[in-house]
């Protein structure tokens, strides 16, 4: 989150300068201040505060011990088989790196569980670029090509950080997953950003609004919510308040910070 941090210092430098000068230096600042965020809204309109605060996709060709998923010629993601699994599982990722790089998870699963690692659009080597509709559709070809390979068996979704709102979304569809993990995840992705960016008008510019709330509230599946106490990037209480919304959610929370949880052996998705 370093270029959150920068933006949010530079900001904070305009208004410390505008107050700290001769009198009348906290109107000017709040002047320039204004004059600073209509200069992001009409020259960033379009990417809003996504390639700030949200997308860092890396592209890396190393190697890795998942293989690779495709469709249709083209790759979509990752995946880690069992021959006649009792349970599969897609994971969506979070925000920074790519797929090959979350074979982590594998670690979290049972031995009898499948693993599927869905790519976002303009992450690693799959065309195209993020955004909130880009990634749920990338979402929804996912998992129909998963229960079409696996009609019998039961698909849940994991969702870590940013990816907890691709899988929430999956849960709102009329024939959603059997499960939901969400791992450091938010409630709304709107107030995550209002709190890394207190200065700006958030709603103005974030075009992707993931809301985990609404997007889990008809949903009738097990789900389980693992909170981080240390999390300083989704800061713990987004995923307390996203279990409160959800009485029938059981929440776990871990000693541990945003991307701990798996090093540590801190997270078993299993029975």
Avoid at 10 to 38: D, E, H, K, N, Y
Avoid at 47 to 67: I, K, V
Wanted: glycine share 10%; aromatic share 10%; charged share 20%.
């Amino acid at each position: 989150m370093n270029r959150t941090m920068r933006l949010t210092e530079l900001i904070g430098g305009v208004v410390r300068a505008g107050m700290t000068r001769r009198p009348g230096g906290f109107r000017r600042s709040r002047f320039v201040l204004v004059v600073f965020l209509f200069g992001i809204v009409v020259n960033r309109a379009p990417a809003m505060l996504e390639s700030t605060f949200l997308y860092f996709p890396t592209h890396s060709e190393a190697g890795t011990d998942l293989q690779e998923w495709r469709a249709g010629g083209k790759l979509i993601g990752y995946l880690s088989p069992v021959a006649s699994p009792r349970m599969v599982w897609l994971m969506f990722h979070g925000n920074a790196g790519q797929a090959s790089d979350r074979g982590y998870v594998r670690g979290s699963l049972r031995n009898t569980d499948a693993l599927f690692i869905a790519e976002y659009p303009g992450y690693g080597r799959r065309k195209g670029s993020p955004s909130m509709d880009s990634i749920n559709a990338a979402a929804v070809e996912a998992y129909a090509l998963l229960r079409t390979l696996y009609p019998e068996v039961p698909i849940g979704v994991i969702g870590e950080s940013l990816g907890s709102g691709p899988a929430s979304y999956l849960c709102s569809l009329p024939d959603p997953p059997a499960r939901a993990v969400l791992i450091v995840p938010f409630d709304n992705l709107a107030a995550v950003a209002g709190e890394h960016f207190p200065f700006l008008p958030v709603g103005l510019l974030l075009r992707d609004k993931w809301d985990n709330v609404a997007a889990l509230a008809g949903y009738a599946g097990r789900v389980d919510i693992y909170g981080a106490l240390q999390d300083t990037i989704i800061p713990v209480h987004h995923a307390r308040q996203l279990a409160q919304a959800l009485p029938r959610a059981t929440y776990h929370e871990v000693d541990c910070g945003h991307n701990d949880w798996s090093s540590r052996g801190l997270v078993k998705i299993g029975d």
